[in-house]
């Protein structure tokens, strides 16, 4: 079995069951979670639909942040993985993923405050 993206296994919105009429097709493809960790880049290239390319970040360890009530924004290297809302467990593994509040190095941001 493959991770397929459709949704012709679920039920209708009236709760009833839909009939399979086909069986997966390729555009229904999916792909297992990257699971981007904290460590030095490394960037792997994924050939998609129309021969077209997508990059999967195994490991990170730089990011682009913003102060945003300053308008600050610098390349800076991420340290930890400090609180994520959707699992705790992704804190744990230290994995990247959107929406989860990172440490990150500040000497950028105090030199740049400090100057202004």
């Known amino acids: 079995m493959g991770i397929s993206r459709d949704n012709w296994h679920k039920r209708r919105k009236t709760g009833g069951k839909r009939k399979p009429y086909h069986k997966k097709r390729d555009y229904e493809l999916g792909r297992p979670a990257v699971n981007t960790k904290i460590g030095p880049r490394r960037i792997h290239t994924v050939r998609v639909r129309g021969g077209n390319k997508k990059y999967h970040a195994l490991r990170l360890d730089v990011g682009n942040f913003s102060w945003g009530s300053e308008c600050c924004t610098r390349k800076t290297r991420i340290t930890d993985v400090v609180y994520n809302a ?15 509040i990172v440490l990150i190095d500040s000497t950028l941001y105090r030199q740049w405050y400090e100057s202004h």
């Open 86 to 100: 959707s699992n705790n467990e992704l804190v744990r593994t230290k994995t990247l993923v959107k929406n989860c």
